[in-house]
Each structure stands twice: as C-alpha cells, then as structure tokens.
C-alpha cells in the first residue's frame, strides 16, 4: 500500500522517524488484519453491519509520520494518528498526538535529553498541524492503518479516552515513552500482540548510543548532556 505524503523536502534517518517506519507493519494484512478480535462484540457506534450482516467501520485511521527540522526537539522525528470521518474534509479530521510539552517548564532542554519532561496527548484538526509543519519544511506522510473493523473501534475509543484531562499526562522517554512508542504500544494492544511479535523478529543492530550520536551529530552541547 502507497503511502500519501506532502511535497516537502525535509530528510532525517533519525531514530523515532525509523520507528515509526517500522509500525508500517501494520500495514501488511497477514501481520494485523484479525476478523477473530478478543471481544466478541463492538462497543463503539460506529461500528456498522454491512449489506451481508458484517460488522463495518465508518471511521478509518492513518500513521502520520513527520520528519525533522532544525529545532531540538524535532530531531529524532514525529509520529500522531489521525481519525479519518468520511464525508469530512481532510483538514477538519482529528489528529492525535502524544508529543506536546510545555516548552516553558525550567531547564527544558535538561530535563528533555534527560527523560524528565512530562508530555500529554492532544487532539486537534489535522489541517491547523499540517500547516505548521509545512512551514518547518517537514515532510509529512501518511499511511493507512489496515486494522479489522473491531479492533480499529477499540483503538479509536481507547485514543478517546486517552486525551481525556485525568488521563492524558506521562512523563516523556526518549527512548520508550514517546510519539512513536505510545502509538505502537495501542497498535499491538489492538493487533493482540502480532505488532511485537513481528518486531521481535526483526532485531537491529543499533543500540541507543549509536541513534543518539547520530542524532546530535553536530551538536556537541547535546552530545555532552546524554
């Protein structure tokens, strides 16, 4: 399956970009596509009968992966799901993001590199973020998230509940609570595993060193505080 990118120019193999490359996985029908999902029931309305009685998601769901640009924080990339409403216009549909921080908290950049900063989910129109990113210069590629109908209604009503005031804080990791980490931790919550289990199968040779140093290549600031 093609995916559906913006006409930037920015480039970055940087580590949570590569991580969010590799949930691309769930686009491979044999890997996430189950019909035989753990609750026999939906919960969410807009799950639908179709003409032959079987159950139909009138919502879908895109990967939103970003790439870099010059600021700190954008280095190692982006990741947000959004949620598609048909008949909607593309820039009125919900994106979700699970990287937004409050860049006015003391000794940001400290606390940043160090794993210290409490980050939150967010929800808001697609269009408004595509506009900030494309005056970064990032590039912005989407891919359709092939769930079974079932699973995607989970998904959609666990992201509802996760922006939700009393829910929404954590305290941000670079390396395993962030964008990228938070999305595939629901994705293989929604897949009933088979995400990781693929992963597992796929082991890199990098080590988290190796993704830093590559990522503040230049920066030697950053270097010293990691």
């Given at each position: 399956m093609s995916p559906i990118s913006?006409?930037?120019?920015?480039?970055?193999?940087?580590?949570?970009l590569s991580c969010c490359i590799a949930l691309g996985i769930c686009m491979l029908p044999d890997i996430v596509y189950s019909q035989s999902y753990s609750e026999s029931a939906p919960t969410a309305a807009q799950v639908q009968p179709d003409e032959k009685g079987r159950p139909k998601l009138t919502?879908?769901?895109?990967?939103?992966?970003?790439?870099?640009?010059?600021?700190?924080?954008?280095?190692f990339g982006h990741?947000?799901?959004?949620?598609?409403e048909p008949g909607l216009p593309l820039g009125d549909s919900r994106l979700f993001n699970f990287g937004v921080t409050s860049f006015a908290e003391e000794n940001y950049v400290q606390k940043f590199i160090g794993g210290r900063v409490k980050f939150w989910?967010?929800?808001?129109?697609?269009?408004?973020?595509?506009r900030r990113w494309a005056k970064a210069d990032r590039t912005v590629t989407?891919?359709?998230?092939?769930?079974?109908?079932l699973a995607s209604s989970h998904l959609i009503e666990e992201l509802e509940q996760a922006v939700r005031p009393e829910n929404r804080a954590f305290l941000y990791d670079t390396f395993r609570a962030n964008c990228a980490t938070k999305i595939l931790q629901l994705i293989n919550t929604h897949t009933e595993g088979r995400l990781q289990a693929e992963l597992a199968k796929r082991p890199g040779n990098r080590s988290f060193r190796d993704d830093v140093r590559m990522t503040y290549a230049g920066r030697l600031s950053y270097l010293l505080a990691t």
């Open positions: 913006t006409n930037r120019t920015n480039d970055g193999q940087l580590w949570t919502q879908t769901l895109d990967l939103v992966f970003i790439g870099v640009s010059d600021d700190m924080y954008s280095l990741a947000a799901i959004l949620l598609r989910v967010d929800e808001k129109p697609y269009g408004s973020q595509l989407r891919y359709p998230l092939k769930l079974s109908p």
